[in-house]
């Protein structure tokens, strides 16, 4: 059962994918207009739910009869100190409350999450019955040497010391590789899904992500041809216009 | 030159690439994934709760990173309410309630009652909020995304503070995420923590599964096809293909193919000219 709401909200969702991706092709007016909609969709979705927020957890409180919860609307009010000439010292009321409460809560935690408890993440014993972890264990514990070795930086790295370093840059180079091989797969995993919603596929998560149901899903490739005769009129009506010259000197 | 005008082209690889997507999800293929340890880490803990605990999920990515994160929040939560746990859902980021709900509204909810069983608290807007509600929720949250005061909600009377939580979840894809819970949640109050990550996160988590400050990471959409098979094999009722996640893996795998492909080929066409070059000096 095909609700037309639905249907209406699951194409716009394709126009809308298929007015970003025409960008592979060229810059177009199809891909600026969608631009243009994210940025106001998500400054109107942030402001909204702000607003929501500061009601919730400010003003009701306040209007339930708990009163403290004046101090921090006041002190939060005082940023906007900044603003005026006469009053802007008082900005730095809240600010440096804030800055104090969060030095002091973050360096505890921060020495605990990052520091020691990486530091004793690396006594490992070098040595263990099983062979692959005594691989696992070297490769860590030298590997965080070497590393860390490079970002010594108030010795020139040669000779000796110098090849003891280079080693470490390999350790940091692998290190970029596994970055970069798994933000390929998360890239692929954006696109895959995409492609998936376009050919209206029903293993797509249509409830999942609240876009319809498979059954509106199947009208998805209407939309897709839809939108290729537009977009390929278009660049026909285009061909010849050469490109605007820049005004820059 | 025309001839290498085209094939320098990016838009070919991007024919090529939606080709080899398109085909498998046009097939319908589907094949098991291997689970890997970092997955199933998270999946045991859970599987291994003791009834009416705590677990804390929290929503901390934006509609960017719902490819990679939504399948892996929603099979999840799937397990979360087939178990006999209290949930909280929360979210670091202003698109997670939003994104809460999509879940809530995506899975089978069985007999749990909202406020009783679980409850959404909605978005944590700074640090105090993620640390005050360690000690008192209805503080820091009189009320919840439906607008119930949290005093009267059930779950909130049994759990008054987050520092009883036996889990916290986060699907993370950036700050805030995974380092505040570790700072002031797992530092402070050993609170155990789990991480759903997208892909480009997930190296930089890992030295934090090996010091065992998080039990477990499900890197993006892979590891919701990994937890969705775990979860099926034990509960029949959850269909495959509930996520989205395990009819994408094909796909995938034969998009990674064609990226190993033209990174081989450009590299051999890469030395193969500049021999070339050297040989006509």
């Known amino acids: 059962m095909v609700d037309l709401f639905a249907l209406i909200g699951v194409w716009t969702a394709a126009f809308l994918t298929l007015m970003v991706l025409s960008f592979l092709y060229k810059e177009n007016p199809f891909y600026r207009l969608t631009e243009y909609v994210f940025v106001g969709l998500s400054s109107g979705y942030t402001f909204a739910a702000t607003l929501r927020l500061f009601v919730n957890q400010a003003l009701s409180p306040i209007f339930a009869g708990q009163l403290e919860f004046f101090v921090p609307l006041i002190l939060g009010l005082l940023f906007y100190a900044q603003f005026t000439k006469r009053y802007s010292i008082l900005y730095r009321v809240p600010l440096s409350l804030a800055i104090g409460y969060g030095l002091g809560i973050t360096i505890w935690s921060v020495l605990q999450a990052y520091f020691l408890r990486q530091i004793r993440a690396t006594m490992l014993p070098l040595f263990t019955g099983d062979i692959l972890t005594t691989i696992g264990n070297l490769v860590i514990v030298i590997g965080t040497i070497l590393t860390i070795s490079y970002f010594i930086l108030h010795r020139e790295q040669k000779g000796v010391y110098g090849r003891f370093t280079k080693a470490g840059k390999y350790f940091v180079l692998a290190t970029l590789g596994a970055v970069f091989g798994t ?19 029903a293993a797509f998560p249509w409830r999942a992500l609240r876009i319809g149901t498979a059954d509106e899903g199947r009208f998805v490739p209407i939309a897709l041809l839809a939108f290729l005769i ?16 820049s005004t820059k000197t | 030159m025309r001839k290498m005008d085209i094939a320098s082209d990016p838009r070919l690889t991007y024919v090529l690439l939606i080709l080899v997507i398109a085909v498998p999800i046009l097939t319908h293929a589907v094949l098991p994934v291997p689970v890997t340890d970092t997955t199933r880490a998270v999946y045991d803990f859970i599987e291994n709760l003791p009834p009416s605990s705590l677990v804390v999920v929290s929503f901390d990515y934006s509609t960017s990173t719902v490819p990679e994160l939504q399948p892996q929040a929603t099979i999840v939560a799937q397990h979360l309410f087939l178990r006999p ?63 119930n005061p949290t005093q009267n909600l059930p779950i909130i009377k049994q759990f008054p503070a987050t520092r009883q939580a036996a889990l916290v979840i986060t699907f993370v894809a950036g700050e805030p995420g995974l380092s505040a819970y570790l700072q002031y949640w797992e530092s402070r109050l050993n609170i155990p923590v789990a991480a759903g990550s997208v892909a480009a996160l997930a190296p930089g988590f890992m030295p934090f599964y090996n010091s065992q400050q998080i039990i477990g990471i499900l890197i993006s959409i892979r590891a919701a096809a990994e937890y969705e098979f775990l979860e099926h094999a034990q509960y029949s009722q959850v269909p495959i293909g509930l996520s989205g996640a395990t009819s994408a893996m094909v796909a995938q ?16 066409a890469y030395f193969v000219r500049r021999r070339g070059k050297e040989r006509s000096k």
């Open chain 2, 85 to 147: 746990l209290k949930i909280l859902f929360v979210a670091q980021w202003i698109d997670g309630p939003a994104l809460t709900d999509a879940v809530l509204e995506a899975i089978d909810r069985g007999n749990k009652i909202y406020g009783t069983d679980y409850a959404t608290l909605g978005y944590i807007p700074n640090t105090a909020t993620l640390i005050g509600m360690t000690a008192d929720i209805q503080s820091f949250f009189p009320v919840d995304t439906l607008g």
């Open chain 1, 183 to 201: 933000t390929v797969l998360g890239r692929m995993a954006l696109i895959i899904q995409r492609i998936q919603f376009l050919l209206g596929d």
């Open chain 2, 253 to 268: 795998s034969t998009s990674h193919m064609l990226i190993v492909l033209m990174v081989v080929v450009g590299n051999v």
């Open chain 1, 230 to 245: 537009v977009f390929g009129f278009y660049m026909y009506r285009k061909r010849d216009v050469k490109p605007e010259k």
